[in-house]
């Protein structure tokens, strides 16, 4: 059966090509079933937001704009933003909060992974697919540094901004392999949706930084 990301309007067109260059962890137990639809759904549709979002924004940001504490929050505001007023076509519970964090996930900056209690054991699996490409960039650099700072500041805000992208590339990945692998396909409720709206406006992250020289360029996603 056609898979629903190859059906989707609003799919990645390099969602195919980029399962083979990012690693996408395969979690077994899993325990997905049509009961996590609306939630698996709603997680598809987000994750097209936030994709179309951070790459949206790469045409904004200056390629030797760092990324720092201030420019790191205006993109993840940004982002965050557009996550909040998506006309989304599916419903879904929230996912709670990990501890001490304002999502359902976050990647610390001992490379370590948390989680909200209140994910499914299959959102979970779903969250930790995209926390994965955060936690192995984030092992990348402790190998070369001591990470005295946040490892995201190691990379331009070009550079962050497609990555973060790149780890919710990583996600639907996941999502769509898993799914094909329980038939998950054949659940009710899967018909595909239509494109989500972005509301949001976007707008360029405007910065100073005097004589910064332009970072060497290299890919994120290998």
Not at 194 to 221: C, D, Q, R, W, Y
């Amino acid at each position: 059966m056609t898979s629903l990301l190859s059906k989707m309007s609003t799919v990645i067109p390099a969602v195919l090509l980029l399962a083979s260059v990012i690693f996408i962890p395969v979690y077994a137990a899993a325990p997905c079933s049509c009961a996590d639809i609306s939630n698996i759904k709603h997680r598809i549709e987000e994750a097209q937001v936030a994709i179309h979002t951070l790459e949206t924004q790469i045409g904004f940001i200056d390629p030797v704009t760092p990324t720092r504490e201030d420019t790191y929050a205006g993109l993840q505001g940004l982002l965050q933003a557009a996550l909040n007023t998506a006309n989304y076509q599916t419903s879904a519970p929230g996912l709670g909060t990990a501890p001490g964090q304002r999502g359902p996930a976050a990647t610390l900056g001992d490379c370590s992974m948390v989680f909200s209690a209140s994910a499914s054991p299959c959102m979970l699996a779903v969250l930790k697919a995209h926390e994965q490409v955060h936690a192995d960039e984030c092992n990348r650099w402790k190998s070369v540094w001591n990470l005295i700072t946040p490892w995201q500041y190691n990379l331009t805000l070009a550079q962050f901004a497609r990555h973060e992208a790149s780890s919710y590339r990583a996600e639907l990945i996941y999502i769509d392999t898993m799914m094909q692998a329980a038939g998950l396909y054949s659940c009710p409720g899967m018909a595909p949706s239509p494109p989500v709206a972005v509301a949001i406006e976007l707008k360029p992250i405007t910065e100073s930084i005097g004589n910064a020289s332009l970072m060497e360029e290299f890919e994120v996603m290998r």
